[in-house]
């Protein structure tokens, strides 16, 4: 990777009574992010710790490319689907508005979107970037990551939910917070209006207990010693929650992280007491390879 200059770190705000703090001197998740799609809203102390990720994982900016692929796909799947109404549950410390992004169809779209932002160095690149584009439309929560299993109580996204209109959520960063695990995002769905949407991304293990092992558990051991411990589940439990809709069932995506393991699958899930459920592409499955190409069967 190039050469990446160090961002400004905005000051943290609180938002609805919450406090979060920020820690500059420790790599953090987002920033970590960032510098895996090249981005440059990160610092010398996220480089050097990703720089050691890639050492063990020279894929990963591929695999952090490919979701942020599966993203950008998602929210226009559900735009094309008629939803304007969207919780965004991380950003990964992506630019907000800038240039091409998720968020960016959003706004041009004009949605309705609530972003709930786990650090608050993230939060103020709304601020910066941002500059009011959508005021009345665009609200940035910061909330740490354990408040998520009551986010539905939260006033903004409580009159989000009253409106009645249909929501996609979108759950689709790599480096999800371990407290915001697969239950809560699809409890969350149960609480939104019949006819939304929750685009999920989800890290899994398979419970290997192999010293020599170089998948998902490695990786979550590193950011767990970094204090940013990442959402991992079970692959089989993973597959049985995200695969139990009665009539279609999500169309996933797989990524090897490893040559031979399948670790990170994506779907796009219907509310499950709806009668209406949705897929992605009908029939289909796709995979991606440490190589970059892809395939469907």
């Known amino acids: 990777m190039s050469p990446l200059t160090t961002a400004t770190p905005a000051h ?3 938002h609805e009574g919450e406090h979060v703090t920020v820690d500059i001197e420790s790599p953090r998740r987002d920033a970590v992010a960032d510098y895996l799609l090249d981005g440059h809203f990160n610092t010398a102390v996220d480089r050097i710790f990703a720089d050691r990720l890639l050492a063990e994982h020279p894929q990963l900016p ?3 490319r490919s979701v942020a692929t599966w993203d ?3 929210a226009g799947t559900m735009l094309d689907r008629g939803l304007r109404h969207f919780l ?10 800038a240039g091409s992004s998720t968020l960016a169809d959003l706004h041009e779209a004009g949605a309705r979107i609530v972003v ?9 690149l709304h601020d910066r970037i941002d500059r009011g584009a959508a ?4 609200h940035v929560l910061c909330l740490p990551a354990h408040r998520h299993h009551d986010l539905a109580t939260t006033p903004t996204v409580t009159d989000l939910l009253a409106d009645g209109a249909p929501l996609g959520i979108l759950a689709t960063g790599l480096l999800r917070p371990a407290a915001i695990g697969l239950t809560a995002i699809l409890a969350l769905l149960d609480s939104t209006p019949c006819g939304s949407l929750a685009a999920i991304t989800q890290l899994t293990a398979h419970g290997t207990t192999d010293p020599d092992d170089t998948g998902t558990s490695v990786l979550a051991a590193r950011f767990a010693e970094a204090g940013i411990p990442l959402a991992i589940e ?3 439990a993973a597959d049985q929650l995200l ?11 797989t990524l090897d992280l490893d040559a031979g393991t399948s670790v990170l699958c994506t779907a796009l899930r219907g509310r499950h007491l709806c009668t209406a459920t949705a897929e992605l592409r009908p029939g289909e499955e796709q995979t991606l390879d440490i190589t970059g190409h892809g395939g469907r069967r």
């Open 12 to 14: 943290p705000r609180t």
């Open 62 to 64: 591929r695999v952090a």
């Open 72 to 74: 950008r796909h998602a």
């Open 88 to 97: 965004v549950l991380g950003t990964g410390g992506l630019p907000i508005w």
């Open 116 to 124: 709930i932002e786990h650090d608050p160095v993230t939060q103020g």
């Open 135 to 138: 005021a009345g439309r665009s």
């Open 234 to 236: 079970d692959r089989l």
């Open 243 to 253: 695969g139990d809709v009665p009539t279609h069932s999500a169309a996933p995506v």
